[in-house]
């Protein structure tokens, strides 16, 4: 089965903080993506990976950054954290192509 | 703009009675569709795919979804639902040119005893 891991179910953050989301896959994809998931607003990207060290943004990349330095890692990174960036922070991964994405657990960040 | 839309942001439904969630997309030359479920504190989890072929696909927990061309929609559907199904769907596409699935905003099926 394909395995996507994030490094924590729940965090808890300050205004103001660097945070780092990690995300690991087990099945060798060349494609992992971050999104993000509001009520009422579905699943939002934010940015993807095609390749190691190669990203685009996706639909709300502001305040967001992200590194994949090996083909089975890629952070989210948020520069400073601010209130309205309390979500749900889903990571996925892809084989090349138009196929279906797998889905990690998702991290529930609260910015206090 | 590429778009999805799922029109009804909560479903009530009594166990053991039919369902249809219900998905629109943009129009496009070619598409590639998708219905995911998220369980409670979740991520999401595949129920089935559309790629080619047959326009009525089957998936997991015998839900099942009909792709119509012409009217830009892929509607999920169960004939008897359990319990068990209480949970959010998520609709995906698959647009040329564009890496990342686009998702619709979510369904949540309520099933009450």
């Known amino acids: 089965d394909v395995k996507v891991t994030q490094s924590s179910r729940y965090l808890v953050k300050r205004t103001g903080e660097k945070v780092f989301l990690e995300c690991v896959q087990d099945m060798d994809h060349e494609n992992m993506f971050w999104y993000r998931q509001d009520p009422g607003l579905g699943l939002r990207l934010i940015y993807f990976?095609?390749?190691?060290?190669?990203?685009e943004k996706g639909d709300i990349p502001e305040g967001y950054s992200v590194s994949r330095e090996k083909k089975e890692r890629f952070s989210l990174i948020l520069e400073s954290a601010s209130t309205n960036q309390t979500s749900m922070y889903l990571c996925a991964s892809s084989e090349t192509g138009r196929t279906e994405a797998f889905f990690g657990q998702g991290t529930r960040l609260t910015v206090v | 703009a590429q778009s999805v839309t799922q029109l009804d942001s909560q479903v009530p439904v009594f166990e053991e009675a039919p369902v249809e969630l219900r998905c629109n997309y943009s129009s496009s030359v070619s598409v590639y569709l998708f219905w995911y479920v998220q369980y409670p504190n979740q991520g999401l989890q595949l129920l089935l795919k559309y790629l080619s072929g047959s326009t009525l696909v089957k998936g997991i927990n015998g839900f099942e979804a009909e792709f119509n061309k012409s009217q830009t929609s892929f509607h999920l559907r169960k004939p008897s639902v359990h319990i068990s199904d209480t949970a959010e769907y998520f609709c995906a596409v698959s647009y040329t040119g564009r890496r990342a699935l686009t998702f619709g905003s979510g369904t949540r099926l309520q099933v009450q005893p």
């Open positions: 990976s095609y390749d190691v060290k190669m990203k």
